[in-house]
């Protein structure tokens, strides 16, 4: 049997929620320990995990990351852990790339850092590690993501998934209360929230930029039917395909919505969060990442970047370190019936192919 297949059956049957996953941090820190890394644990507070191998010589601090989380599903009324995302597939490449390329020598300049990361699912993980201190000295990071089978085939690998950035905003909506009869002794917080709706779908970006911004949830009850609500919620979801589109989104949207809230006489708290960044790869990652996958596959098995409208919290490293080059390579692999489906399954055999990317990749680095 080969030893990505192994330790992803493996990994496969303890499937952990989002900073719980202790056993599988465990076990992958002890097979990095195996195999000669200086492993820190409890990166990040909980569950990170952080293996080091320096070759002793000048050269560049390369990463490869995988995240280790799985997700909730409900299963017969209970909430239960399962990898449907495939991060026990993403972990399992990784952890067999580091042990080859320690064992075959090709760590020879430079270091080979390995970042098992929790809790990709809250979009938190990558964040908690940052803080504390795993990419200080990283120069490069490498990522991969299993890819469906409706978007590239199991002979495919595609070198650069692009990610959008997605946010929430919400605002929080103050008005007077009055009786229903004295309507203009008070300050109806629906009508205030209803103005900023209506606001905030007038806000027009460059068509040629992709984006999009919608109300997703509208909370208001006074209790009573008969009587002006003072208080009411709007959330918004947030999405765009550029971190700069994002951020002109967010501010005009936020001056919409107090505007709007203005326009009756009512006041407004506005703050945005669960903010993920989009991708931003440099050009000399994504070539290296294609030279390897041509390498593995053959010049017919290098599919074109992809965009997709999810997130990955990977791009945090990216933008609390601007300095770091960042490649993320998608990896064709069968998957049906979809990420994040109870049922999501795929063919094992393409873990081989993702190892051999990664390897292929670190060697071109760290080679003397
Ligand atoms: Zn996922
Ligand atoms: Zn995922």
């Known amino acids: 049997m080969s030893r990505v297949i192994d330790l992803y059956d493996f990994l496969h049957t303890i499937p952990e929620l ?23 644990e409890q990166v990040g507070g909980a569950t990170g995990v952080v293996g080091e191998y320096d070759s002793g010589k000048e050269g560049p601090t390369l990463a ?6 799985a997700l909730g599903h409900m299963v017969n009324g209970q909430l239960c852990a399962m990898h449907t995302c495939g991060h026990d597939a993403h972990a399992a490449m ?10 075959s020598g090709s760590v020879q300049r430079g270091k080979l850092k390995i970042l098992f990361q929790p809790a990709e699912e809250l979009g938190t993980g990558a964040l908690s590690m940052i803080k504390d201190g795993a990419v200080d000295d990283v120069d490069m990071i490498l990522g991969v993501h299993l890819r469906p089978q409706e978007e590239i085939t199991q002979a495919q690998a595609l070198p650069a998934l692009y990610h959008a950035a997605s946010e929430r905003l919400e605002g929080v909506f103050h008005g007077v209360p009055a009786h229903g ?3 203009h002794l008070g300050v109806n917080a629906i009508d205030a929230a209803a103005v900023a709706i209506a606001a905030v779908n007038a806000i027009h970006l460059n068509p040629n930029e992709s984006y999009s911004i919608k109300a997703t949830r509208f909370l208001c009850d006074s209790g009573v039917t008969n009587a002006i609500p003072a208080e009411a919620t709007v959330t918004w979801d947030v999405r765009a395909e550029l971190n700069s589109t994002m951020e002109k989104l967010i501010e005009k949207a936020k001056s919409a919505i107090r505007a709007g ?5 009512a006041t407004v708290e506005v703050t945005n969060y669960q903010s993920i960044p989009a991708a931003e790869y440099t050009d000399d990652m994504i070539a290296l990442l294609s030279e390897a996958i041509t390498a ?3 010049p017919e098995g290098l599919h074109k970047p992809v965009k997709t409208a999810g997130g990955e919290d990977f791009h945090f490293f990216i933008k609390e370190k601007p300095s770091i080059k960042a490649g993320y390579f998608g990896l064709g692999c069968g998957l049906t ?11 094992k055999r393409a873990l081989a192919k993702g190892q051999a990317v990664f390897v292929y990749a670190a060697r071109k680095v760290l080679k003397r």
């Open 261 to 265: 809230a203005a326009t009756v006489g």
């Open 337 to 347: 019936p979809g990420i994040h489906h109870p049922d999501m399954t795929f063919d």
């Open 296 to 298: 593995v596959y053959g």
């Open 94 to 103: 990784v952890l067999a790339a580091a042990e080859e390329l320690v064992a």
């Open 18 to 40: 989002g900073f719980q996953e202790h056993k599988t941090a465990a076990f992958l820190a002890g097979e990095l320990k195996k195999a000669g890394f200086a492993v820190r």
């Open 181 to 183: 009869a004295r309507p």
């Open 64 to 69: 490869l990351r995988a995240d280790i989380d």
